[in-house]
Nanobody, 121 residues
């Protein structure tokens, strides 16, 4: 009933910027929160940033001063503006949504397919 579609990944030099987008679609009743996770080869998936419907945000310490998460409630879309990118930011970035689908009584996690971000040095 719910899909998350990501875009905006790519190759960028260290110090550059990228903007990721994730749009939720389908039979959505409500969205509690949306966010971004990343997973580098051989490493665990980790939280990058998340934002609640209220606007409350949470960031990983490693990106706090460089990344900004934002949302467009009307479009059910979340963005991640990534500035001052470092090689260690290289990973597959996954969109996550805590969403209640139409006909369901509880929120559950939905995931995008992932978009590759590669930062060269």
């Amino acid at each position: 009933q719910v899909q998350l579609v990501e875009s905006g990944g790519g190759l960028v030099q260290a110090g550059g910027s990228l903007r990721l987008s994730c749009a939720a679609s389908g039979r959505i009743s409500s969205i509690n929160a949306m966010g971004w996770y990343r997973q580098a080869p051989g490493k665990q998936r980790e939280l990058v940033a998340e934002v609640a419907t209220s606007g409350l945000t949470n960031y990983a310490d490693s990106v706090k001063d460089r990344f900004t998460i934002s949302k467009d409630n009307a479009k059910n879309t979340v963005y991640l503006q990534m500035n001052s990118l470092k090689p260690e930011d290289t990973a597959v970035y996954y969109c996550n949504g805590k969403i209640r689908a139409a006909g369901r009584s509880q929120y559950q996690d939905y995931w995008g397919q992932g978009t590759q971000v590669t930062v060269s040095s």
